[in-house]
């Protein structure tokens, strides 16, 4: 398994401003993921971040809107940018820490709310 | 592409009482994984137990326990002996090996009443 921490847990933040998630593992893990949670809603995928290499995004997601950082195997980041009241989510972070057993383990999440 | 539904939105049950959730997929895959995912009030994301398809043993974890029917593309999930911490949101999840994406259904809503 993996113990994953999310900062900030939650915000509030103002129409127009970006906001950037932390998430970070306490061990070395290969594949990260960003998923987002919209209030009563499943979880969509955002994108994939692998270490080393430009983060994979999903359809309906871009890189200006949702930038990603992946500087190692414990830690990325993500950016939700020129934020609108349709952003407030849950966003969550994820991780694979075996190739073998395919389990993602989840961060804690962090609540986003835009005004 | 591939789909999960959850076709309960809600449900209830007695405490010490047996409660089954239902999930059933689409995918044109022959090996892939399944997983049921719970998610308290607290909203942290809990493992509960994995399916692999390639397997005809349905898994089984303490008092959770999966009904696995590949030809059927149903992932229904048992609970037996119901708790009070079991209340939480539960979500399916279809994963193929390939690129490690998963795919959520919609959740059940389970309430464990005292």
């Known amino acids: 398994s993996a113990v994953i921490s999310q900062k900030p847990s939650r915000d509030i933040c103002q129409r127009g401003t970006s906001l950037t998630i932390q998430c970070q593992v306490d061990s070395q893990v290969t594949m990260m993921f960003w998923y987002r949670q919209q209030p009563g809603q499943s979880l969509t995928l955002i994108a994939t971040a692998n270490q080393g290499s430009e983060a994979t995004y999903e359809s309906g997601f871009v890189i200006d809107k949702f930038p990603i950082s992946r500087p190692n195997l414990t830690f990325s980041t993500l950016t939700v940018s020129n934020m609108s009241p349709e952003d407030s989510s849950i966003y969550l972070c994820?991780?694979?820490?075996?190739?073998?057993?395919?389990?993602?383990?989840f961060g804690p999440g962090t609540r986003l709310t835009v005004t | 592409a591939q789909t999960v539904t959850q076709s309960q939105p809600e449900m209830s049950v007695q405490e010490a009482e047996t409660v089954t959730l239902s999930c059933t997929y689409d995918t044109s895959e022959s090996n892939y994984y399944l997983f049921w995912y719970k998610q308290p009030p607290s909203r942290q994301m809990i493992l509960v137990i994995r399916q692999e398809a390639y397997k005809q043993q349905n898994a089984t974890e303490n008092r959770f326990s999966v009904n696995f029917q590949k030809a059927a593309k149903s992932f229904s999930l048992k609970i037996s002996d119901s708790q009070l911490g079991d209340t939480a949101m539960y979500f399916c999840?279809?994963?193929?090996?390939?690129?490690?994406?998963?795919?959520f259904g919609t959740g059940t809503s389970l309430t464990v009443i005292p």
């Open positions: 994820s991780v694979n820490p075996s190739t073998s057993s395919y389990e993602q383990y």
């Open positions: 999840a279809f994963m193929k090996p390939s690129g490690n994406q998963f795919y």
